[in-house]
């Protein structure tokens, strides 16, 4: 069956920096744009970065991520990244990683961003 598997959260200074991980298994990963995802307390999930299926693939990005975030993927390992640099409060959520075009997800994993 179709598994993702977010990891890499953690609570984090503003200003900080984190890099999720996202293994993918139970589908040809290669064929499939990946998407991360994020949910904050109270709020519906929204998306924050989609990759093409070529590891170096195009990029795009929600506003409120751009040239903070950087969405990569390794295609030999069925991995989805998700780079986040000068995180700020409002980065507070659980972050999940998406095939575009399949309905699963993971359990998320949750990024804290205090002082």
């Known amino acids: 069956q179709v598994e993702f598997v977010e990891s890499g959260g953690d609570l984090v200074q503003p200003g900080g920096s984190l890099r999720l991980s996202c293994a993918a298994s139970?589908?040809?990963?290669?064929?499939?744009?990946m998407r991360w995802f994020r949910q904050a307390p109270g709020k519906e999930r929204e998306w924050v970065a989609t990759?093409?299926?070529?590891?170096?693939?195009?990029?795009t990005y929600a506003d409120s991520v751009k040239g903070r975030f950087t969405i990569s993927r390794d295609n030999t390992k069925n991995t989805v990244y998700l780079q986040m640099d000068n995180l700020k409060p409002e980065d507070t959520a659980v972050y999940f990683c998406?095939?575009?075009?399949?309905?699963?997800w993971g359990q998320g994993t949750l990024v804290t961003v205090s002082s």
């Open positions: 998406n095939a575009h075009g399949l309905d699963a």
């Open positions: 139970g589908f040809t990963f290669d064929i499939y744009r």
């Open positions: 990759i093409t299926t070529q590891t170096g693939g195009s990029t």
